[in-house]
């Protein structure tokens, strides 16, 4: 395999001189000013394959801390009575000590925990630091452009989610706690201080810190969608993309469409908050005074939030489809199944999360009615996506899997995928949401179908992608471990809560034994809390792989490790600024000729030869 | 000294890891690295399938283990007329997402292992079948329009509000930071208006005191329902959201600070009908922890929670339910004492200081309380019925 692998790298080579498109880009590069220093080459960055790590590396830090939250709150929900005494030194006084010496964690940063735990994930992680490093990195390569469309935004587009990242995290430390009413931010909770004590200052940095995320989310969706519509390269139509990057292209536009409306209900937030008006605010007794805000109404902002909130987690999960679409392909040596059905299905996905929100606020006190038109459109999201489940199995079908921590994780991937997905069906049921909502086993359902899968799909790409960032592989035997722990454990973790949901213990409870009914899960709580620490454990392991590989792993000797189809193989080991030293490869066909007539993959930049073309009319 | 040696353990495990990591590096050199390629796939492709049962089995298992937490089995019975039809279709979507989960899995995963790279062998290529994809697209929208005809049949019945002539029971659940206040609208049938600038130490509720209506309104701490009787609760929040939910009736709804929501339901077991039946369960025959000399059945009671986080102290919004016969909410409902006439009658704050109501020269008052004794006259006794014009037309005004 390695013999024929050389032949096609300087085959390829020929390709990319004798077919490829001159566009004169590296006369007009003298010295590559973009690149001169050390500053513009590693810190403001506009080449986008530095700006993909950037992103990576910045999502890892806030997924670490996001993670290592959960398990502060994990403890204090399994262990209910131990004593947390030992993270004074951390948390100092969000941690009270007894006279015995019992420490336990105050409420507000229990609730505060679990606030930022979510925006961390959702936003900082699960959008920025997976979108973000996978659109910046494949676009160009896989569409065989010299980078984005406008680089200085796209340097903008990451400093911006930088500042974001400042701000979020010194709210962390402001002396009334981080914002601590849920990810959703819910008026009136989020808009009164005096309800919520993470609700003053911790607050007005949140909004501050997401309304900086939403310009860099923009900043950089403009660039995708400019760049996949304009700088594909001779023969990519749109119909040659490789599916990765048709799920980075409809993630872009979803965000596009979608986070300004995050804005302006932060913005009307802010002016309740700020300025006395009255958009959410109605009726308020609170702290020993009946408050003057007359005729707001709080649904409005679930509106306004949930017509961002719930496109937001298809921009999560989306570009995870697409990594593991093109991963699992590649390594099970087969076209990937029905291509255009996975392409329609992203779009038909794309185009239902537009009118879906209010499935989460079917019990929030909007008209009845109006829930029925909801749940007919949440139910139809379930067929593209089982479409595209069975299209994935499809493609192991037959195929010569190549069995390594990137494919193991897109096949993690697709198996998280169905366990959570089959329990938005009970969900997106009004009737049965009667009994499932704001409990355990939402959490349930949202961890697994976005949180696991979507991480799954991330770990997929970062060690398919590895070599092409870093010119080196991440070692495998300490992939396949973190593979099969995360997958046994994240299982662990998420599966026992779909009982406790369905019990009706209900979510974001600080302790469970107040009520008779739901404190009968101890035992399950503590496993869970175990198996949680077990599984950050891993993932601190997966974080030394990835940082041990880049300085000493495995060198990257062949161009093309993988045997894939597409154009990001055919750059040099490590591309330097314009990707492709002389000519821009041209696209001959589309990227999924894998095993076709006998040969194990034909790239991308090989012309049909004439029986394909005889086949073909 | 524990954190210590957890630290010491975790270490020594890390650095076992990386070594691990190592040697396959190393036998990858000595192997070659396609002979090592397909041993790993035939490893992983083994473990792919084991772990594939091993996570069925768990599944299966562990939902026998919890059979009894779930809807419609064991001793977790909807306790409202409309839970049992949710239970039900519970179990329905449970069934055909059952299936399909595995279905799905086992083939995943067989698939991954059966075919995993082998040296003598070649990668089909297959890159679609329309006829597969289509039966594959149809029968779960099929299924969907299924459970969707039958969800929004059920929905609309459930959420359906009370109709104009029902004979129904009305309360008021009214959430703040942090519990429940519930109000019963008294002998007349009617709840108070109220108004939020109205609310005060003494006035949790915001009831507006002129209005005849709240003069005997109560304020129970329990909330206590006759069976099989339709109660339709109207829910507000005087502060943040907050939501109404009662576990055992399957009955969840928001409470929105200035716009008021209701739930309409019929409870169908009296707490004592549903003791009996935990009775015969292994996991309430255990003493009680906090009353050892009853078992854990003999001490149960339905409860009413908070399920939308409000704040720091969402966690411990906890109310008890009692479901009683009619013949014992009667007696309940004699022993209530108005709010009004308990803690406002008299006060400063009491709109009708110094006069006279007629309930109260039935009980054989005369001199109204709070009243100046020397100024007591005929004409200030007040009569519900002289009032009743002022409040209607109030009500429209609020309206």
Not at chain 1, 457 to 483: Q, T, V
Request: aromatic share 14%; charged share 15%.
């Amino acid at each position: 395999m390695a013999d024929s692998v050389m032949i096609n790298t300087t085959q390829e080579e020929v390709l990319v001189q004798e077919l490829g498109y001159d566009d004169h880009f590296h006369e007009h590069h003298h010295g590559d000013k973009y690149q001169s220093n050390f500053i513009t080459t590693y810190i403001f960055s506009q080449d986008h394959k530095v700006i993909a790590k950037q992103f990576l590396i910045t999502g890892m830090f806030w997924a670490i801390i996001g993670a290592g939250m959960s398990i502060i709150f994990r403890l204090q929900l399994g262990f209910p009575e131990e004593s947390l005494t030992w993270l004074k030194p951390l948390l100092g006084r969000w941690i009270t000590v007894n006279d015995a010496g019992i420490g336990t964690l105050s409420q507000d940063f229990y609730y505060a925990l679990v606030t930022m735990h979510g925006t961390i994930l959702v936003f900082f992680v699960l959008t920025a630091g997976l979108s973000g490093t996978f659109s910046n990195l494949l676009i160009p390569l896989q569409l065989g452009a010299r980078d984005m469309a406008s680089p200085l935004l796209n340097m903008f587009a990451y400093w911006f989610f930088f500042l974001a990242s400042v701000v979020m995290f010194a709210s962390l430390f402001v002396s009334t706690g981080p914002f601590s009413g849920g990810w959703t931010a819910y008026p009136p909770l989020s808009a009164l201080p005096q309800a919520n004590a993470g609700s003053g200052t911790g607050m007005t940095l949140w909004l501050v810190s997401l309304t900086l995320f939403v310009i860099s989310t923009l900043l950089g969706g403009i660039n995708y969608i400019t760049t996949v519509l304009n700088l594909r390269t001779k023969g990519m139509s749109m119909w040659r993309m490789p599916l990765t990057i048709w799920a980075f292209f409809v993630t872009a536009i979803l965000g596009l469409l979608s986070f300004p409306v995050l804005v302006s209900a932060f913005l009307l937030l802010m002016l309740d908050r700020g300025l006395g008006t009255s958009f959410y605010l109605s009726e308020i007794y609170t702290a020993g005074q009946a408050l003057d805000f007359a005729g707001g109404s709080p649904v409005l902002y679930q509106h306004l939030f949930w017509f961002l909130g719930h496109p937001e987690v298809y921009i999560i999960i989306l570009p995870a489809m697409g990594i593991v679409s093109e991963v699992l392909a590649v390594h099970a040596r087969k076209p990937i199944f029905g291509y255009k059905a996975m392409v329609f299905s992203i779009l038909a996905i794309g185009f239902l999360s537009f009118i879906v929100w209010a499935h989460h606020m079917f019990l929030s006190g909007v008209n009845p009615f109006i829930s029925n038109f909801f749940v007919i459109f949440t139910l139809i999201i379930a067929v593209p996506s089982a479409v595209k489940v069975f299209n994935w199995i499809a493609t192991l079908y037959g195929g010569n899997v190549r069995f390594n921590a990137a494919s193991l994780f897109a096949i993690g991937f697709v198996s998280m995928f169905i366990s959570g997905g089959l329990t938005g069906i009970f969900l997106g049921n009004s009737t049965l949401d009667i009994q499932l909502t704001d409990t355990y086993f939402v959490v349930a359902h949202f961890h697994i179908v976005m949180g696991i899968a979507a991480f799954f799909g991330m770990f997929a790409g970062i060690y398919h992608w590895f070599p092409k960032m870093f010119g080196r592989f991440m070692n495998e035997s300490l992939g396949r471990i973190h593979f099969w722990g995360t997958i046994i454990g994240a299982y662990a973790i998420f599966w026992p809560m779909h009982y406790i949901g369905i019990a009706g213990v209900p979510r974001r409870y600080y302790r469970f034994d107040v009520f008779d009914t739901f404190g009968h899960f101890a035992e399950l709580n503590k496993f869970i809390t175990i198996a949680a620490i077990i599984v950050f454990a891993l993932q601190l392991l997966f974080v030394i792989n990835f940082f041990y590989s880049i300085w000493r792993g495995k060198k990257q000797t062949m161009k093309n490790p993988w045997g894939a189809s597409t154009l990001e193989w055919t750059t040099p080991i490590v591309p330097g600024h314009g990707n492709w030293p002389g000519k821009i490869p041209s696209v001959q066909r589309w990227p999924y000729d894998y095993g076709k007539g006998g040969r194990e993959f034909i790239p991308q930049i090989e012309p049909e030869s004439d029986e394909e073309k005889q086949m073909a009319h | 000294m524990t954190v210590l040696l957890i630290t010491i353990c975790v270490l020594l495990i890390g650095i076992i890891l990386v070594q691990i990591g190592r040697v396959t590096e190393l036998a990858e050199k000595i192997q070659g690295e396609e002979e090592m390629q397909i041993a790993t796939n035939k490893r992983q492709g083994i473990i792919s399938v084991a772990f594939m049962i091993v996570f069925l089995v768990g599944c299966v298992v562990s939902a026998f283990v919890y059979k009894n937490w779930m809807l419609g089995y064991g001793p977790h019975q909807a306790a409202s007329a409309h839970g049992g039809r949710m239970d039900t279709m519970f179990n329905i979507t449970l069934f055909f997402t059952g299936v399909v989960f595995v279905i799905t899995q086992i083939i995943l995963f067989y698939f991954a292992y059966k075919y995993r790279g082998r040296k003598d062998r070649k990668a089909t290529f297959i890159s679609h079948n329309n006829t597969l994809e289509v039966v594959w697209t149809a029968i779960p929208a099929v299924v969907m329009a299924f459970l969707v005809i039958n969800g929004l049949d059920a929905w609309n019945e459930i959420m359906a509000d009370v109709g104009p002539n029902e004979e129904i029971i009305e309360v008021e659940a009214m959430g703040y930071q942090f519990a429940w206040l519930l109000r019963y609208p008294g002998a007349d049938g009617q709840l108070g208006t109220r108004n939020y600038k109205l609310t005060s130490g003494s006035n949790p509720v915001g009831q507006d005191w002129t209005d005849l209506k709240n003069i005997d309104d109560f304020h129970p701490d329990e909330l206590v329902l006759p069976v099989n009787k339709k109660v339709r609760v109207r829910i507000i929040s005087r502060d943040v959201l907050h939501d109404f939910d009662l576990p055992h009736f399957r009955v969840k709804m928001d409470a929105v600070p200035g716009m008021p929501t209701y739930f309409v339901f019929t409870p169908i077991k009296t707490t004592a009908d549903y003791r009996e039946e935990l009775s015969k369960y292994k996991e309430y025959q255990a003493p009680d922890p906090d009353d050892p000399t009853k078992q854990l059945w003999q001490t149960f009671e339905y409860e009413l929670a908070c399920a939308e986080l409000c704040g720091n102290g969402h966690f411990s919004m906890r109310r008890i339910v009692r479901i009683v016969s009619e013949v014992e909410y009667q007696a309940w409902l004699s022993q209530q004492k108005s709010y009004y006439v308990s803690n406002i009658r008299g006060k400063d704050e009491d709109p009708f200081k110094g006069k006279l109501f007629d309930f109260e020269k039935a009980q054989g008052l005369t001199v109204a309380p709070g009243a100046d004794t020397t100024a007591v006259s005929k004409q200030d006794t007040i009569q519900s019925t002289d009032l009743e014009a002022d409040t209607l037309r109030k009500d429209s005004i609020e309206q």
